[in-house]
């Protein structure tokens, strides 16, 4: 049983703004591992929630990540019926996690691009070199613009979510 009353991630902690969505998928049988409800002067540009299947499961971990991604498609098909959302904003599934785990997230353009930057982050982290310059008044400033898009959506695909649970 899920203990939805004290849940946590791996991260340590879920952004208050995201935990609806989070243990509302829970109840449908998605098993999240991670989330972010984005940032704009650090860490994600968008919401996303990592999806994985259970761990005490190991033998049945392929078979339950493809029946979780498949919950989440229908999820997401109900969803976008007759709601017109632009590519940008949608939230799609993501296979960037491996077999063993997806994230949802939508962000387009702007997520493409920070996991880019994470990549060039951690080669030089692995370099002993200091990252630097990553979060500059630019970027700072596009994401105020374009974040509070991406997470109003996450917030409809949530109270759609509740519903579904009964909330």
């Known amino acids: 049983m899920i203990d939805l009353v004290n849940m946590n991630d791996e991260w340590g902690g879920i ?64 969803f976008y019926t007759k709601r017109p959302t632009s590519e940008n904003v949608k939230i799609i599934i993501d296979d960037f996690g491996g077999s063993d785990s997806f994230w949802i997230h939508n962000g387009g353009e702007e997520w493409k691009g920070w996991r880019v930057d994470v990549d060039e982050v ?27 898009i991406y997470q109003k959506e996450m917030d409809e695909f949530a109270a759609f979510l509740k519903k579904k649970v009964g909330e």
């Open 15 to 78: 952004d208050k703004e995201i935990l609806d969505a989070v243990v509302s998928l829970n109840k449908l049988g998605i098993i999240t591992d991670g989330s972010c409800y984005g940032h704009i002067d650090k860490s994600s540009p968008a919401p996303w929630i990592g999806v994985g299947a259970n761990p005490e499961h190991d033998e049945k971990l392929a078979e339950e990540t493809k029946i979780a991604k498949s919950k989440m498609q229908l999820l997401f098909d109900e």
């Open 122 to 148: 951690v080669a030089k982290i692995k370099r002993g070199e200091k990252p630097t310059g990553y979060f500059n008044d630019e970027r700072k400033a596009r994401r105020a613009k374009t974040l509070p």
